[in-house]
């Protein structure tokens, strides 16, 4: 039987409680436990692919084609554990059960209440396939005493009672600031967030800290006597240099052996933290440094792109190197060929992400033809890997080449495309459908060319990949676009989808259809962006 931990957290920072619940599973997966890690959000959509990167960063997406929160990414980058669709709730989709549920007649016209049919949901959502499982991390969304999350905290304090003593520990992530004006620490705002959480039924057994500055002694014994716990599970979380630091940091504060420890279980040997020690090196000590100009449309959001930033530093570390990752917005590039030069001259390789929309088109495609006739290394992934086709066929004479997601075009190189094989059959979406409905998602196989660049670069002539788009390159326009020099190295099985284009004449240009920044690992960076990197130093050679 599975044991829980749930991890709640009053005002702490955004990558307070994901990045804690993530490293503490990690900890455990060094110490030979199986793991798996769940996040409980309180907002009332169905499913994060619905918000927007500029109020919640970005959709991650899983192999059974779950779009879900970023947090995530978090979890499968440390652990390998690749996250699915029952890893991440929402109170949107607990209240669509519970409807669907109701509409059907399930509840035989009982009254539907919070509790206990909301709490019951979330319960059985938590508990659905652990079987194989030594420990379940949950992450409660939102911050303690918030009205959105109250349900969520009921229902952990009732699988408490569920599970029985010695099957569950609390974890509460708190924030203890710094005021500079007074010189000190100030403990009473983990007191008081401690206390709410108390009085809604759950007491923490461990307390994880969020500081600025080092805690001091007296104030962790402080922090015990008012929280009733151990000083001992007193756990400071100060900044580290690297998110990769973190789980070493947390290990040299006992984090690991304070859960063991509340469970009853005896630690054993000290853990296995190898992996993270040389990663940790790698990032310290780089041989040299690249930089990378990221040409998007999400720039005020640093969580916009947070997995694919991830995937450049994996790239670095596979390389040994220091990725700077320069955020350059498209719409700079619409204003003239000056200002494309301006930014992107210094830069050794130029990556164009994916995004939503006809904002900053026209820059992104202005950005692949300076790598293009530059020979700067390129990297286009989804929407960037349709530009780098709409530029060619520019390229090829045909001046009004562009996606009909843009609207009504005379050339649509890119096109929404309603049907396609897979391995599971014939698939299907309608144009006109919810926005959501129309999407791709989720892993699909591709075929390599045997003789192509990615085929060298992946290994294989066969991979799959992780999708999220509506939209495809027209296989109408494959002529036009070998001319041009574009070669198609990457198809659907049955040949009907373009996932991969390269151009074998430049030193490193790849398009991909796919999502590969989702896929990558510190201690297992993705083949594409390593690859990348190396073409990038190699370029910073040149220059």
């Known amino acids: 039987m599975a044991r829980y931990i749930f991890i709640t957290g009053g005002v702490v920072s955004s990558l307070g409680k994901g990045l804690m619940a993530a490293s503490l599973a990690a900890l455990l997966q060094a110490r030979g436990y199986r793991v798996r890690i769940r996040k409980f959000d309180p907002y009332l959509n169905v499913d994060p692919g619905t918000m927007s990167p500029h109020q919640h960063g970005e959709v991650y997406v899983t192999d059974d084609g779950a779009e879900t929160d970023l947090d995530l990414g978090h979890y499968e980058r440390f652990t390998g554990v690749a996250s699915r669709q029952s890893d991440n709730i929402t109170s949107g989709r607990i209240y669509k059960t519970i409807i669907e549920r109701e509409r059907r007649g399930d509840y035989l016209g009982a009254t539907v209440q919070v509790i206990p049919h909301v709490t019951d949901a979330i319960k059985q959502f938590a508990q659905d396939d652990t079987d194989d499982l030594d420990f ?15 349900p969520f905290i009921e229902a952990i304090r009732q699988l408490r009672n569920d599970l029985g003593r010695g099957q569950s520990v609390s974890i509460h992530v708190t924030l203890v600031p710094y005021i500079a004006a007074a010189g000190e620490l100030k403990t009473k705002p983990t007191q008081h967030s401690v206390r709410d959480l108390a009085s809604l039924g759950v007491q923490p057994d461990v307390l994880v800290c969020r500081a600025e500055r080092d805690l001091p002694a007296g104030e962790r014994a402080k922090i015990a006597q008012f929280c009733n716990v151990p000083a001992s599970a007193v756990i400071p979380a100060l900044d580290a240099k690297s998110i990769y630091a973190v789980p070493l940091q947390y290990h040299r504060e006992g984090l690991d052996l304070e859960v063991l420890k509340a469970f009853g279980i005896e630690p054993g040997d000290a853990p296995n933290l190898e992996r993270w020690e040389q990663i940790v090196a790698r990032l310290q000590n780089p041989e040299g440094e690249v930089t990378i100009g990221v040409v998007g449309k999400y720039m005020g959001v640093p969580d916009a792109y ?4 991830e995937a450049l530093v ?14 350059v917005d498209a719409e700079l590039f ?8 301006a930014e992107l001259e210094p830069m050794h390789g130029i990556l164009v992400p994916g995004g939503f ?3 900053g088109s026209e ?45 009504p075009t005379e050339e649509p190189v ?6 396609w094989m897979t391995a599971e059959g014939l698939q299907k979406r309608e144009a006109g459908g919810d926005l959501g409905g129309t999407m791709r998602l989720g892993a699909y196989t591709a075929k390599l060319g045997g003789n192509s660049v990615v085929a060298s670069i992946y290994g294989a002539e066969e991979i799959s990949e992780r999708h999220r788009h509506r939209y495809e390159v027209n296989t109408h326009y494959k002529g036009v676009l070998e001319k041009s020099g574009l070669v198609f190295s990457g198809m659907s099985p049955d040949g009907s989808l373009p996932e991969i284009v390269e151009r074998p004449d430049h030193p490193w240009f790849v398009g991909v259809q796919f999502h590969p920044e989702l896929k990558s690992k510190p201690f297992e960076p993705h083949p594409l962006f390593a690859s990348f990197i190396e073409a990038a130093v190699k370029h910073s050679r040149l220059v």
């Open 136 to 150: 379940v991390l949950c992450e409660i969304g939102g911050t303690v005493g918030d009205i959105e999350s109250l």
């Open 306 to 309: 947070k997995s694919l930033h």
């Open 314 to 327: 994996h790239g670095g570390i596979a390389n040994s190197v220091k990725v700077n990752i320069r955020w």
């Open 334 to 341: 619409e204003r003239g060929e000056k200002e494309v030069a």
């Open 357 to 359: 929309g006809e904002r």
């Open 363 to 407: 820059g992104k495609i202005a950005g692949v033809r300076f790598a293009r006739e530059r020979k700067v290394p390129f990297f286009g992934i989804c929407l960037g890997m349709q530009m780098a086709c709409v530029d060619g066929a520019r390229a090829e004479g045909l001046e009004t080449a562009s996606t009909t997601e843009f609207g």
């Open 414 to 419: 890119v096109g929404m495309i309603t049907e």
